[in-house]
């Protein structure tokens, strides 16, 4: 071997995008597992922070300004993905139609999302929200009548839909977000 010729190490391929579907009702520890997956490396992308900081301080919102806050949370994840990053997303995800327009965003990419769902016994939702004081995005208050009707209408994802994954909600610390 020639002493001149120095190895140049070749660069590690980088992973593939990660994304994770943080889903479940209002209550139900989203938040507090999608910042344990930031504090895994994750970038997160929560879709009540971003309408707080738009000034929307009530739930639910207007279905345009919604679908406004979607569009660029979406926006956000193919930047994001297309780094290489790992991101979770933070939302409801309370419909599978809901799950399956981030899915079909991100199927150009070649990426599978996995849903993280949070399974949390309605008493413990309910008593959640409850103690929430509206100082933030991630503690926006929910009247009651409005937590049945969401808790009523949350539709489970399945195995079916994708990659799921089911965490138990009850155990997370859900305290107020700063």
Same mark, same amino acid.
């Given at each position: 071997?020639?002493? =001149?010729?120095? !190895?140049?190490?070749?660069?590690?391929?980088?992973?593939?995008?990660?994304?994770?579907?943080?889903?479940?009702?209002? +209550?139900?520890?989203?938040?507090?597992?999608?910042?344990?997956?930031?504090?895994?490396?994750?970038?997160?992308?929560? @879709?009540?922070? %971003?309408?707080?900081?738009?000034?929307?301080?009530?739930?639910?919102?207007?279905?345009?300004?919604?679908?406004?806050?979607?569009?660029?949370?979406?926006?956000?994840?193919?930047?994001?993905?297309?780094?290489?990053?790992?991101?979770?997303?933070?939302? =409801? @995800?309370?419909?599978?139609?809901?799950?399956?327009?981030?899915?079909?965003?991100?199927?150009?990419? +070649?990426?599978?999302?996995?849903?993280?769902?949070?399974?949390?016994?309605?008493?413990?939702?309910?008593?959640?929200?409850?103690?929430?004081?509206?100082?933030? +995005?991630?503690?926006?208050?929910? !009247?009651?009548?409005?937590?049945?009707?969401?808790?009523?209408? @949350?539709?489970? !994802?399945?195995?079916?839909?994708? !990659?799921?994954?089911?965490?138990? +909600?009850?155990?997370?610390?859900? %305290?107020?977000?700063?």
């Amino acid at each position: 071997m020639n002493d =001149s010729v120095v !190895p140049v190490p070749v660069p590690a391929e980088r992973p593939a995008p990660r994304v994770v579907l943080v889903c479940g009702p209002a +209550g139900a520890g989203k938040t507090t597992h999608a910042r344990s997956l930031e504090a895994a490396g994750y970038v997160r992308l929560s @879709f009540d922070e %971003e309408a707080w900081r738009l000034g929307h301080r009530d739930h639910p919102l207007d279905p345009d300004v919604a679908a406004v806050v979607h569009a660029d949370l979406q926006r956000r994840l193919v930047e994001r993905v297309r780094a290489g990053d790992a991101v979770v997303v933070d939302t =409801s @995800f309370w419909s599978r139609d809901s799950r399956d327009v981030y899915r079909r965003v991100l199927a150009p990419e +070649g990426v599978v999302p996995v849903v993280h769902y949070l399974a949390t016994p309605r008493d413990v939702v309910l008593a959640r929200l409850a103690n929430r004081r509206h100082s933030s +995005g991630n503690d926006v208050v929910v !009247p009651r009548e409005r937590a049945l009707a969401y808790l009523d209408g @949350f539709q489970v !994802p399945t195995p079916e839909e994708g !990659p799921l994954v089911v965490v138990d +909600g009850s155990q997370s610390r859900n %305290e107020p977000a700063t």
